[in-house]
Structures are given as structure tokens and as C-alpha cells.
């Protein structure tokens, strides 16, 4: 038995933005072995679970993955 809590683990507060850093960091996202990919993996496999629960966890992973590479915003 697990207990999935969907919370941060630590909260997050950008006081100064850095473009050099952010570009790193998107450059992670791309390629096989990145977040994206990543992502479209958890996506995938959550169609074969046969458990609610981990279904559901699956689902999350993965668009909390793919909300981030697009910029877009977590329920």
C-alpha cells in the first residue's frame, strides 16, 4: 500500500529570471533520453495498468511532464 500525495516538495520562488540557465534547462527536455520522452512513456503505459490507482499516478507523471515542456499550468 503507497499513499500519492500531489503536492511540491519544496515551494518555489524565482526571484530573478536567468536565460542562460532556462535554456540549459530546456535543453533537457528534448531528445530520447529527455523529460518528453519521458513523459510520452508514462502516457503510453497507463493504458496496459490494470490498477485505478497506479493508472491514475501514471497519468499524472506524465502530464505533469509534458505541462512543463510546454509552459503550461498543473490542476
Known amino acids: 500500500m ?11 520562488k524565482i526571484a530573478n529570471p536567468n536565460p542562460a ?3 540549459f ?3 533537457q527536455y528534448g531528445g530520447p533520453d529527455g523529460e518528453l520522452g519521458a513523459s510520452l512513456r ?10 485505478p490507482e497506479l493508472r491514475g499516478l501514471l497519468t ?6 509534458s505541462s512543463l515542456h510546454t509552459g ?4
Do not use: H, N
Open 21 to 23: 540557465l532556462a535554456k
Open 25 to 27: 534547462i530546456i535543453s
Open 2 to 12: 503507497f499513499l500519492y500525495k500531489k503536492a511540491l516538495q519544496y515551494p518555489v
Open 42 to 51: 508514462y502516457l503510453s503505459q497507463r493504458f496496459s495498468m490494470p490498477y
Open 60 to 65: 499524472d507523471i506524465g502530464t505533469e511532464g
Open 72 to 75: 503550461a499550468k498543473s490542476p
